[in-house]
Antibody, heavy 124, light 107 residues
Framework: VQLVESGGGVAQPGESLRLSCAASGFTFSNFGIHWVRKAPGKGLEWVAFIRSDGSHKYFADSVMGRFTISRDDSKNTVFLQMSSLTSEDTAVYFCGKEFSPSSPPDPPDAVDFWGQGTMVTVSS | DIQMTQSPSTLSASLGDRVTITCRAS??????LAWYQQKPGKAPKLLIY???TLQGGVPSRFSGSGSGTDFTLTINSLQPDDFATYYC?????????FGQGTKLEIK
């Protein structure tokens, strides 16, 4: 199993960035994918999740209405579109595969494999 | 949102010690509780899921217990590789939440 994030970089407040999470080594279409971030000096914060079929998406309150999540199963890739960025979004962003396939009404499963992370810096 | 309160925030211990980290959930999360280990600059690593099930490849000196609102992670006979930050996470909701983390330091 391998997950590789990309798309991080430096953005000014109010700008947008799109992160990608490219997956391999498992049947991608069977599993939901999480995004989790770690800001400098802070703990882990769950950000978003997309179900295996893309039908349901969940977001942390801190990013609701600003971030969207999508997936392209033909490319084994999940995207995190981030807009209206603020300094509070500065963090390393990790994607993670859920441990076992889940479907509503069950909540998403825990993460068993993680990418190496991509750094997002929001600064003027 | 479900609140996760983890303690202590920092823990100093010596090689060979036995340590315990606690995590309290409000409200109950049944047994949908995971523990992760994270080292600086690295991705988290899943240690335990469903509160007490050891993930494959994780040394048996790690163990988890609890259900409902109170959980513990115990590490027996600390090894050099164990000094890291540990997080609990509940996944009994559509908005999983982490504890604030426990940094395990060498005394």
């Amino acid at each position: 199993v391998q997950l590789v994030e990309s798309g991080g970089g430096v953005a000014q407040p109010g700008e947008s960035l799109r992160l990608s999470c490219a997956a391999s080594g498992f049947t991608f279409s069977n599993f939901g994918i999480h995004w989790v971030r770690k800001a400098p000096g802070k703990g882990l914060e769950w950000v978003a999740f997309i179900r295996s079929d893309g039908s349901h998406k969940y977001f942390a309150d801190s990013v609701m209405g600003r971030f969207t999540i999508s997936r392209d199963d033909s490319k084994n890739t999940v995207f995190l579109q981030m807009s209206s960025l603020t300094s509070e979004d500065t963090a390393v962003y990790f994607c993670g595969k859920e441990f076992s396939p889940s479907s509503p009404p069950d909540p998403p499963d825990a993460v068993d494999f993680w990418g190496q992370g991509t750094m997002v810096t929001v600064s003027s | 949102d479900i609140q996760m309160t983890q303690s202590p925030s920092t823990l100093s211990a010596s090689l060979g010690d036995r340590v315990t980290i606690t995590c309290r959930a409000s409200p109950s999360v049944s047994n949908y509780l995971a523990w992760y280990q994270q080292k600086p600059g690295k991705a988290p690593k899943l240690l335990i899921y469903r509160a007490s099930t050891l993930q494959g490849g994780v040394p048996s000196r790690f163990s988890g217990s609890g259900s409902g609102t109170d959980f513990t992670l115990t590490i027996n006979s600390l090894q050099p590789d164990d000094f890291a930050t540990y997080y609990c996470q509940q996944y009994n909701s559509y908005s999983p939440t982490f504890g604030q983390g426990t940094k395990l330091e060498i005394k």
